[in-house]
């Protein structure tokens, strides 16, 4: 039983090392093998083996630099090699679809936006390889090598396999998107929930870059949340978004997409809140949203300015938020909670009642050095993809089967 494993176990080994010396490359390049042997605890043949493949696969490169200290001759380092190796980001929301060429350095080669309407005569999944297919064809002479195709997207996910199970916005049941993708182009694809693309996305380049235990909440037209815990992204076998918006805070509430009814995402959601604003207005002559349109940012800058009903909404919103996330904190223990949504710009209204509530229900172990902050990023364009395939690279996973051709 042990020889029988032993193969498997080997090859991951060595997946997870040949990741973690491209992630120090990546991160400290140009940077001496002596120096890469160091820091990655790897022996000087292992290291130089990892880096003959990588050079051999054209993915790192030497370079001459001059160390710190040194008036000698320049040593001879390593760097990435990106430009020529490219993949597809994708992200899909409310009636459109963002595509994006970026080289494996993330950075972004062409975006285009297209339509997506909800209603079609063709299926979603039909459109969506549709749309691929012609961007291809669109953008042919900037393409080339093609290594993976990464899709961020709502709804209920099976990660994994690459299965939608259900979305937003769009009429979807048990959709095959990887596999599908998979078969049609020969790449790796990796799909995963906007919400925990976006939480590597600022753990990898953002705003809790560096710390290993992260709760990233957001509140746009979902709800959820994404958890960083010793470094990785927590997760199962099949899903990693930690479905928060999908509790059910009002038995009697509104039926949601996911088939529950009375979730927090059918109360805290931005069109949730706006749906309130505007019943309430009914009963608030005075409100200064009476005089104009009623959208998130008219909502955040009346409560900013001291309107009531704008106020009383936000808090009401922060104090769901806020309770939730002292159970988290209590199971968690975070270095970082960040908030990633269009309620940021009324900050000084909503985060001071989250952060009460954190301090009043987590205990004060965990809570007392919190901070709330926000992200770095907006959940827009194709970054958050961009984050699954450095992530994929930087765990080995999509390295070795570059390095395998």
Same mark, same amino acid.
């Given at each position: 039983?042990?020889a029988d494993s032993?193969?498997?176990?080997?090859?991951?080994?060595?997946?997870?090392?040949?990741?973690?010396?491209?992630?120090?490359?990546?991160?400290?390049?140009?940077?001496s093998r002596?120096e890469?042997s160091?820091?990655a605890?790897?022996?000087?043949?292992?290291?130089?083996?990892?880096?003959r493949?990588?050079?051999?696969a054209?993915?790192?490169?030497e370079?001459?630099?001059?160390?710190?200290? &040194?008036?000698?001759? #320049? +040593?001879?380092?390593?760097?990435? %090699?990106?430009?020529?190796w490219?993949?597809?980001s994708?992200?899909i929301?409310?009636?459109e679809m !963002?595509?994006?060429l970026?080289?494996l &350095?993330?950075?972004?080669v $062409?975006?285009?936006?297209?339509?997506? #309407?909800?209603?079609?005569?063709?299926?979603?999944?039909?459109?969506?390889?549709g749309?691929i297919?012609?961007?291809?064809?669109?953008q042919?002479?900037?393409?080339?090598?093609?290594?993976?195709?990464?899709i961020?997207?709502?709804?209920?996910?099976?990660?994994k396999?690459g299965?939608v199970h259900?979305?937003?916005?769009?009429?979807v049941?048990d959709?095959p998107?990887?596999?599908?993708?998979e078969?049609?182009?020969?790449l790796? $694809?990796?799909?995963?929930?906007?919400?925990?693309?976006? !939480?590597?996305?600022?753990?990898l380049?953002?705003?809790?870059?560096?710390? %290993?235990? $992260?709760? @990233?909440?957001?509140?746009?037209?979902?709800?959820?949340?994404?958890?960083?815990?010793?470094?990785?992204?927590?997760?199962?076998?099949?899903s990693s978004?930690?479905?928060i918006?999908?509790?059910?805070?009002?038995?009697?509430?509104?039926?949601?997409y996911?088939?529950n009814?009375?979730?927090?995402e059918?109360? +805290? &959601?931005?069109?949730?809140?706006?749906?309130?604003?505007?019943?309430?207005?009914? +009963?608030?002559?005075?409100?200064t949203?009476?005089?104009? #349109?009623?959208?998130?940012?008219?909502?955040?800058?009346?409560a900013?300015?001291?309107?009531q009903?704008?106020?009383?909404?936000i808090?009401?919103?922060?104090?769901?938020?806020?309770r939730?996330?002292?159970?988290? $904190?209590?199971?968690?223990?975070?270095q970082?909670?960040l908030?990633?949504?269009?309620?940021?710009?009324?900050?000084?209204?909503?985060?001071?009642?989250i !952060?009460?509530?954190?301090?009043?229900?987590?205990?004060?172990?965990?809570s007392?050095?919190?901070?709330?902050?926000? !992200?770095?990023?907006?959940?827009?364009?194709t970054?958050?993809g961009?984050a699954?395939?450095?992530?994929?690279?930087?765990?080995g996973?999509l390295?070795?089967?570059?390095? @395998?051709?």
């Open positions: 039983m042990i032993q193969p498997g176990h080997i090859d991951q080994i060595k997946q997870t090392n040949a990741g973690v010396v491209y992630r120090l490359i990546d991160r400290f390049g140009p940077i002596i890469l160091k820091r605890q790897l022996a000087p043949a292992s290291i130089t083996k990892i880096v493949e990588m050079l051999e054209h993915l790192v490169q370079t001459e630099f001059q160390e710190v200290g &040194s008036r000698g001759r #320049p +040593a001879v380092g390593l760097i990435l %090699d990106t430009d020529a490219h993949y597809l994708v992200r929301g409310s009636g !963002t595509l994006a970026r080289d &350095s993330s950075k972004l $062409v975006e285009e936006g297209v339509p997506l #309407p909800s209603q079609a005569t063709e299926p979603l999944l039909t459109r969506i390889i749309e297919d012609r961007f291809f064809i669109r042919q002479n900037k393409l080339e090598r093609l290594t993976a195709i990464a961020t997207l709502p709804g209920i996910i099976n990660t396999k299965i259900r979305m937003p916005f769009y009429q049941e959709m998107l990887g596999a599908e993708l078969r049609r182009t020969g790796p $694809v990796y799909i995963q929930h906007d919400i925990c693309a976006w !939480t590597i996305a600022e753990s380049f953002g705003a809790s870059r560096g710390a %290993d235990d $992260v709760i @990233q909440v957001v509140i746009d037209h979902n709800v959820g949340a994404g958890v960083i815990t010793g470094g990785r992204l927590l997760h199962n076998s099949r978004l930690v479905e918006g999908h509790t059910q805070v009002d038995p009697y509430g509104r039926q949601c996911c088939g009814h009375g979730c927090l059918t109360v +805290a &959601s931005i069109g949730s809140m706006l749906e309130l604003a505007e019943q309430r207005l009914h +009963a608030s002559p005075h409100s949203l009476q005089h104009q #349109p009623l959208t998130v940012e008219s909502l955040c800058d009346a900013l300015a001291g309107d009903l704008a106020k009383d909404i808090t009401g919103v922060g104090n769901s938020i806020g939730i996330l002292a159970m988290m $904190v209590n199971l968690f223990n975070p970082k909670i908030i990633g949504s269009p309620l940021n710009r009324a900050a000084e209204v909503f985060y001071p009642v !952060t009460a509530c954190i301090r009043q229900q987590a205990l004060p172990d965990y007392a050095e919190i901070d709330v902050e926000p !992200t770095q990023f907006l959940n827009v364009g970054m958050p961009a699954l395939v450095k992530d994929a690279m930087y765990s996973e390295l070795v089967k570059l390095l @395998q051709g």
